[in-house]
């Protein structure tokens, strides 16, 4: 069965790195687009970052662009949000997800992981 | 970006009630509307793509409408288990957006 497991997040100061990691299994990873959507407390769901399943197309939020890189490895099975330059209204569970469609994204969620909390706070 | 504004931002009602949720898009997206259900605590979960289409194992009291900017999702009589917030998402851009969520309280 698909699996989608989150892991790296924590409590981060304002102005430094984290790097988030989502092992993914039970499916053939690299023929699948992958998202991170993430959610504040208390609030709605945020889409922030897509890349295709080859690694060569990515695209991102306005809120994070230039600041959080989207990356996977496909040897590994493994994808990989890394976000610089952290602020407080980054504070939410980051969930990976997989994309519905194989190979060209649709950009829906058929499969998510159970998240990360990250916390940016002085 | 391309707004989703849902109505209303919560309902309260009865085990088998019909309840609709609607979804109003800021521009036209044609068919690209899909609807996830979130428990308290949990990943959202996939109910219908493409305005219509039921996921597979959705159970066939959920259904969904629309086309354009208009869209609406349907739950033709309420069960337990349903009662969770509700989001609608367009992927019609390439920047996805989704709505503010809808919660679905027991009367």
């Known amino acids: 069965q698909v699996q989608l497991v989150e892991s790296g997040g924590g409590v981060v100061q304002p102005g430094r790195s984290l790097r988030l990691s989502c092992a993914a299994s039970g499916f053939t990873f690299s023929n699948y687009g992958m998202h991170w959507v993430r959610q504040a407390p208390g609030k709605g769901l945020e889409w922030v970052a897509l890349l295709w399943y080859d690694g060569n197309n990515k695209y991102y939020a306005d809120s994070v662009k230039g600041r959080f890189t989207i990356s996977r490895d496909n040897s590994k099975n493994t994808l990989y949000l890394q976000m610089n330059s952290l602020r407080a209204e980054d504070t939410a569970v980051y969930y990976c997800?997989?994309?519905?469609?194989?190979?060209?994204?649709?950009?829906?969620?058929?499969?998510w992981g159970q998240g990360t909390l990250v916390t940016v706070s002085s | 970006d391309i707004q989703m504004t849902q109505s209303p931002p919560s309902l309260s009602a009865s085990v088998g009630d019909r309840v609709t949720i609607t979804c109003r898009a800021s521009?036209?997206?044609?068919?690209?509307l899909n609807w996830y259900q979130q428990k308290p605590g949990k990943a959202p979960n996939l109910l219908i793509y493409a305005a219509s289409t039921l996921q597979s194992g959705v159970p066939s009291r959920f259904s969904g409408s629309g086309s354009g900017t208009d869209f609406t999702l349907t739950i033709s009589s309420l069960q337990p288990e349903d009662f969770a917030t509700y989001y609608c998402?367009?992927?019609?851009?390439?920047?996805?957006?989704f709505g503010q969520g809808t919660r679905l309280e027991i009367k």
């Open positions: 997800a997989r994309d519905y469609g194989d190979f060209v994204p649709r950009r829906l969620f058929d499969y």
């Open positions: 998402q367009q992927s019609y851009s390439s920047t996805t957006t």
């Open positions: 521009q036209s997206i044609s068919s690209y």
